[in-house]
């Protein structure tokens, strides 16, 4: 017999549920953003690339002028600040090569 209930039980349920006008899904809210904005990250970006090329500039000439014997610390900079500028130029490529794509959709 109890299995009997049991099935009458599930029979109740879902014919109440399907009876039962249901509520709809709360519509989420967009998150608001937490940080700083694409534009900001960029600038940001560029202004360190800035500040890597000057400080490389700024240990050459010191070695040049005799300040500094620090040769590896003078190549480090070198090269921190090209593979930043190396960056900078791909992220650059990327983006416009995405707007070429974009703006040669069919719409």
Known sequence: MSSITGIGAAQSLALSSVAAPQKPAPV??????????????????VDQLAEAQKKAADAAKDFEMGRTED?????????????????????????????????????
């Open 28 to 45: 989420a809210k967009p998150q608001e953003t937490q940080g700083p904005s694409f534009s900001e990250r960029m600038g940001g970006a």
């Open 71 to 107: 040769l590896a610390g003078v190549m480090v900079e070198q090269q921190v600040a090209s593979l930043g500028f190396q960056l900078t130029l791909q992220v650059r490529n990327k983006a416009l090569t995405a707007y070429r794509d974009i703006m040669n959709m069919p719409v």
